[in-house]
């Protein structure tokens, strides 16, 4: 959210000198409502309605006001992804998000930054080792925990590592450290856009990994975590035999 306030803090000192005053208020009042619209569709409340399970593989979804990332415990990491027990030896689990390069690696300061924020460009895929579990490391109220289906821990392994970048070696190439201690930046292959945001592609890795949460239209973060607490929901009804 702090973000989305010096977002519209720059628009308004931007024309401070182009406009009247009247010009102004109904700017500020229009900005005041645009803010508004933002906030609900970007924010959400989101309450874990079953407690962990017991056994079987899960996925974390934890959501902040823009961004949403998916957690995976390092036993459940297949494919391309087990090499990460390796250089996180003491990490419970792994997050994973995904970003635009520039945008994601140096955090832009100046509101020509943000503007170029949804320009297509090169993404990145940010990885975190976490020594605790999600719920532990962020607000409970923006973490859900979601069983997956036969395969689907395979299939979310799948789905992150062939969007990894590789080099002439096969490795995937780390292209910066993170600003987490824990974290790294690695080069993705796919290409961010307006189309397929960090939001689009954390929706579409549920989705690949079997759980009925669709990228479709995924913008905003809210929307990747309401779609993730409609299907927490249903989880805990079927487990509930409601």
Known sequence: MRTL??????????????CPLSSLRKMARRSALL???????????????????????VVYVVGDAWHAEIGIPTRELSDGLAFYRKIFPAARVIMFSYGKQTFFTAPPHTLSEYLLGPIPGPAVIQVVALNVMPPEAYPPED???????????????????????TDASGRPQVVAPSTNPDGLFYAARSEYNLFHTCNTWAA???????????GSGVVFSGQVMSRAADAAESQCRFAYGE
Do not use: K, Q
């Open 5 to 18: 306030r010096l977002f519209f803090a720059g628009t308004m000192a931007t024309y401070m000198n182009a």
């Open 204 to 214: 579409d890795a549920l989705h690949e990994a079997g759980l009925p949460v669709s």
């Open 35 to 57: 803010f508004v619209v933002f906030a609900v569709s970007a924010c959400s409340t989101v309450a874990s309605p079953c407690p962990r399970p017991a056994a079987g593989d």
């Open 143 to 165: 973490t859900i925990t979601l069983v997956l289906p036969a395969g689907g821990g395979h299939a979310l392994s799948t789905y992150i590592g062939n969007d990894l970048a």
